[in-house]
């Protein structure tokens, strides 16, 4: 589990540079990383908005933090 201090860092990098904090979590050859860059490409606000839905909302298991992992029946 993050720290308090850890997420918010996360969060101000997410709304500084959104590709950067989607990259420093989960990686610079993912999907999510690509459709960051290309949501903040065609939009400064749609990029921060997914950058803040991949920190804060969604673990490295691919499962989100608040319920079961996505491919459960």
């Known amino acids: 589990m993050a ?4 997420v918010f860092c996360e969060i101000l ?5 959104p590709p950067l904090g989607v990259c420093l979590k989960r990686g610079c050859c993912t999907v999510e990383f690509l ?4 949501l903040t490409i065609l939009g400064y606000i749609p990029g921060i908005i ?7 909302f969604q673990n490295r298991e691919g499962s989100t933090e608040l319920g079961a992992p996505l491919n459960s029946a």
């Open 3 to 6: 720290s308090n201090m850890e």
């Open 13 to 17: 990098i997410a709304i500084l540079l």
């Open 35 to 38: 459709i960051c860059l290309v």
């Open 50 to 56: 997914y950058a803040l839905y991949v920190i804060v």
